[in-house]
């Protein structure tokens, strides 16, 4: 896993875009166990994703009691060999890796 981030600072404003790469591995129940209900999968693969942010965050009113400041940041992330559970008979439930998610969105704060 690793990130990169790059930041420009002003004096009332801070904007950002960081990237990130990581994974995660498939615990050894997710892989070997067997439970009345759960099999383990043994091909389970590690999820791998990436995320994009672009960012911003400023000071939106700074008054002798209290200063405001105000950010937005919109994100993207990609998974592959994303983990999904899935039943395998009436009662028993396993892993697998369902292929690529996406998601992005955005989000707002403020903060006193």
Request: net charge negative; hydrophobic share 35%.
């Given at each position: 896993?690793?990130?990169?981030?790059?930041?420009?600072?002003?004096?009332?404003?801070?904007?950002?875009?960081?990237?990130?790469?990581?994974?995660?591995?498939?615990?050894?129940?997710?892989?070997?166990?067997?439970?009345?209900?759960?099999?383990?999968?043994?091909?389970?693969?590690?999820?791998?994703?990436?995320q994009?942010?672009?960012?911003?965050?400023?000071?939106?009113a700074?008054?002798?009691?209290?200063?405001?400041?105000?950010?937005?940041?919109?994100?993207?992330?990609?998974?592959?060999?994303?983990?999904?559970?899935?039943?395998?008979?009436?009662?028993?439930?396993?892993?697998?890796?369902?292929?690529?998610?996406?998601?992005?969105?955005?989000?707002?704060?403020?903060?006193?």
């Amino acid at each position: 896993m690793w990130a990169a981030d790059l930041q420009l600072v002003q004096k009332d404003s801070r904007e950002w875009l960081t990237y990130g790469e990581g994974y995660r591995t498939p615990s050894l129940s997710d892989r070997f166990s067997n439970t009345s209900y759960f099999s383990g999968n043994p091909s389970l693969k590690p999820e791998r994703a990436y995320q994009v942010a672009l960012g911003a965050e400023a000071e939106a009113a700074n008054l002798e009691f209290a200063k405001f400041v105000s950010s937005a940041e919109l994100f993207y992330r990609k998974i592959f060999d994303a983990f999904d559970t899935v039943s395998v008979s009436s009662n028993v439930q396993s892993k697998t890796n369902r292929g690529e998610l996406n998601s992005q969105g955005f989000t707002l704060s403020e903060k006193l």
